[in-house]
Nanobody
């Protein structure tokens, strides 16, 4: 599976942004999807995950209530909708897929996308 993340950009605090993660290959629907983020000098941290059929979701406490993860298996795409963005949300955001673990940790990810930069600044 190859993943392509997109949708990042420079926004102001309180703004909305939606990230997309498009997969190639016909087995996307077999995988759980996770979004992670990494800031300079910090480890990659979990943001949100959605299971293979979209029934279960899981969020980091810092984004719960502001971010929403979703997926469309017919389009082989996962999304991360981010509302009420804060400067501390600034990071490179990565999507990844995992077949076995729930919710997936960064060390569980089988395939990673290339990352998309999100900068929240006034």
């Amino acid at each position: 599976v190859q993943l392509q993340a997109s949708g990042g950009g420079l926004v102001q605090p309180g703004d909305y942004l939606r990230l997309s993660c498009v997969a190639s290959g016909r087995t996307f629907g077999d995988y759980n999807v996770g979004w992670f983020r990494q800031s300079p000098g910090k480890e990659r941290e979990f943001v949100a995950a959605i299971n293979w059929n979209g029934i279960d979701t899981n969020y980091a406490g810092s984004v719960k209530g502001r971010f929403t993860i979703s997926r469309d298996n017919a389009k082989r795409t996962a999304y991360l909708s981010m509302d009420s963005l804060r400067p501390e949300d600034t990071a490179v955001y990565y999507c990844g897929v995992d077949r076995r673990n729930w919710p997936p940790r960064a060390s569980d990810i089988d395939y990673w996308g290339q990352g998309t930069q999100v900068t929240v600044s006034s």
